[in-house]
């Protein structure tokens, strides 16, 4: 019992801790990366000009970030 | 004074004469005129909280908290800090660029993106149009020449309202223009 309140108090708790949210938020982000690139492509038929690739490609590369984010929270926590 | 007759823009983009753009409901004979956004001054909040939030952070993270967390946690809340903070300007850039006020040589077009997920279209006929004002508030708007140009039409038409842009008077000379013409 005592063991197990001790590893509440440990560090390796905290950093547990600190991975599971990491990892949460990065998922989140990914959510909203996808919605983001999605509306990005509505509001680019909806305006379209000669940056509409780039404002795509720019919005695209949130996924990218998210997928940089979940893998970093995996791996250096 | 604007000659609508050359394509031309302002350094921001927010003032296009005769842009390279086109939009879902265009008719086939519409031809786009004016393309306005806000004046890039008004948009300044979260350009400096884009730039102070990652400069802030990065400085207190790096600072204050080595002593609490390792190495690889300190890495990615930086990431985690740098990433939202591109992801907060993106999404304000984002409604920024596609807010837009167009004029056309048959209609009067107000787009609204409020945020990412609502959106409101409002057009008018230029023929409809019946009374055009502007309102230029305060020192900022004076000293950068940005104004509120509204809109109003005959009967029970919905009005419509170009929000913070720049040369509000110009807007109102090319409207004329083209009632005249047409």
């Given at each position: 019992m005592e063991e197990f309140f001790a590893f509440f108090n440990s560090a390796a708790f905290f950093t547990l801790f600190f991975k599971a949210f990491a990892v949460f938020f990065a998922f989140f982000y990914l959510i909203y990366a996808i919605i983001i690139t999605r509306q990005t492509q509505i509001m680019n038929k909806t305006l379209s000009t000669h940056t509409g690739p780039i404002i795509f490609a720019l919005s695209f590369l949130q996924i990218i970030f998210a997928l940089l984010l979940i893998i970093a929270s995996l791996t250096l926590l | 004074m604007a000659d609508i007759t050359k394509p031309s823009h302002n350094i921001s983009h927010s003032f296009n004469i005769l842009p390279d753009v086109s939009f879902?409901?265009?008719?086939?004979?519409e031809t786009v005129y004016l393309v306005l956004r806000k004046h890039p001054i008004t948009q300044i909040w979260w350009i400096l909280n884009a730039i102070l939030l990652p400069v802030v952070g990065l400085y207190v993270g790096n600072t204050f908290l080595p002593q609490f967390f390792t190495p690889g946690q300190l890495l990615t809340f930086n990431l985690f800090l740098i990433i939202f903070t591109f992801s907060y300007a993106w999404i304000n850039f984002l409604l920024w660029y596609f807010t837009v006020g167009i004029i056309t040589n048959e209609r009067a077009v107000d787009l609204d993106?409020?945020?990412?997920l609502y959106k409101e279209f409002t057009a008018t006929t230029i023929k409809q149009i019946s009374e055009i004002t502007t309102k230029i508030g305060g020192f900022i708007g004076s000293l950068f020449n940005y104004g509120t140009v509204f809109v109003k039409t005959q009967g029970f038409e919905q009005n419509m309202e170009f929000d913070l842009v720049p040369y509000p008077s110009e807007v109102v000379r090319v409207i004329n223009d083209l009632q005249n013409q047409t």
């Open positions: - | 879902e409901t265009q008719g086939p004979t993106f409020y945020n990412v």
